[in-house]
């Protein structure tokens, strides 16, 4: 389970400099696509953290 959250973790933060690039150029179309995404990968990555505390 670790390996994937690290490979989550490495997604979420590809796809976060994607988003700052998109909002440096104020590429809206860009943003409102990749911004639900990212938040879907940080959703699942909490998820999956959270089944390996119990």
Known sequence: MKKVIEKLTEQIE?????????????????????????????FARDLLEGDGQK
């Not at 700052?20 to 938040?39: C, L, T, V, W």
């Open 14 to 42: 590809m796809h976060e400099r994607h988003l700052m690039a998109f909002y440096q150029n104020n590429d809206k179309e860009n943003i409102s696509y990749f911004q639900p995404f990212i938040d879907g990968l940080l």
